[in-house]
């Protein structure tokens, strides 16, 4: 696990020791949290004889790109079923996940909505035949161990007061939650607009996995600037700073949002003189391939993914 220190002028001056934990780095495949939350998933669907994982995402889905890999990698056949109708020729994502060997079906977005009744399921897997089925965003009771295993390791290195983390569907900061138990605290920055559901998510998880419904944690819903995957020239140009300053690129769906975030708070007084704050970045950098095809035209510079 690498720890980077980031010497931010705004930390320093607030007297905030800010922390990089690169789970970007993790695994050359399946960075960050989308293995952290497969794992147990994966050793669950081999113990129940299953040979074959199905899921759902989006055209342009971490998510569907981390499970082609992980299928590849551990021996499963894989099938993504993905929201909207099919596009030729294949954006890059979809174009890696069949290189991986998933299966691409196409649902409709109203069945796509549905997606999680029964009836609905059961008839997607009367077509594909029988599966482990892994929900969208791969976030689930199983998911949380996996990322709770984050804490265990980032105590062994360091010392922290607070842990931050960019939400999707809200998987990551249940698991850090269960790992933290109780002790220090946590800040989810979601990438959503209009993302206050999240807290009502990330409860139902923890009392699922943990049996306990934590306090400890804040929900930022500020700092999805115009909502998830969309253009907004102001985080963007933070994402290049940031990138020019330390190294490290951030993406404009998840990290990007929680740094920016994060120096916010640290700038607010949010955090007391002397704390130590961790960002985690997560990966997601693959989005940017389809970040480009949508909205490289509005803009002159694009950071390159290294």
């Not at 889905?61 to 109708?85: C, D, K, M, P, Y």
């Not at 161990?145 to 980032?154: H, N, R, S, W, Y």
């Not at 993406?251 to 002397?274: H, M």
Request: net charge neutral; charged share 15%.
């Amino acid at each position: 696990m690498l720890i980077q220190e980031l010497h931010e002028p705004i930390a320093v001056q607030c007297g905030v020791r800010l922390l990089l934990l690169r789970d970007d780095l993790a695994h050359p495949e399946l960075p960050g949290n989308k293995w952290r939350k497969l794992k147990y998933n994966l050793q669950t669907a081999r113990t129940q004889g299953h040979d074959t994982l199905l899921t759902f995402g989006g055209a342009f889905s971490n998510h569907i790109a981390a499970v082609a890999a992980a299928g590849r990698l551990q021996g499963f056949r894989t099938i993504g079923l993905i929201r909207g109708e099919e596009i030729l020729p294949l954006n890059p994502t979809l174009a890696r996940a069949t290189a991986d060997g998933m299966q691409l079906r196409y649902l409709d977005r109203e069945t796509y909505r549905r997606k999680h009744e029964p009836a609905v399921l059961a008839g997607l897997l009367a077509q594909t035949g029988p599966a482990y089925v892994l929900p969208e965003g791969g976030t689930n009771a199983l998911a949380l161990p996996g990322c709770a295993e984050l804490i265990t390791e980032l105590t062994a290195q360091t010392s922290f007061d607070y842990i931050g983390v960019a939400c999707g569907t809200g998987g990551t900061l249940a698991g850090l939650l269960t790992g933290l138990a109780g002790q220090r605290a946590a800040l989810g920055v979601a990438a959503l607009k209009n993302g206050g559901f999240l807290q009502a998510d990330i409860n139902a998880l923890t009392q699922a996995a943990a049996g306990v419904t934590y306090d400890n944690y804040q929900l930022l819903t500020d700092y999805h600037f115009g909502g998830y995957a969309h253009f907004s020239a102001e985080l963007l140009t933070f994402i290049h700073n940031f990138q020019v300053r330390h190294g490290v690129l951030l993406d404009p769906i998840y990290t990007g949002k929680l740094l920016y975030a994060l120096l916010d708070q640290i700038q607010q007084s949010c955090f007391p003189v002397g704390s130590t704050v961790v960002a985690v970045h997560t990966g997601g950098l693959q989005g940017w391939q389809g970040f480009r095809q949508r909205f490289g035209q509005r803009s002159s510079w694009w950071p390159p993914v290294s």
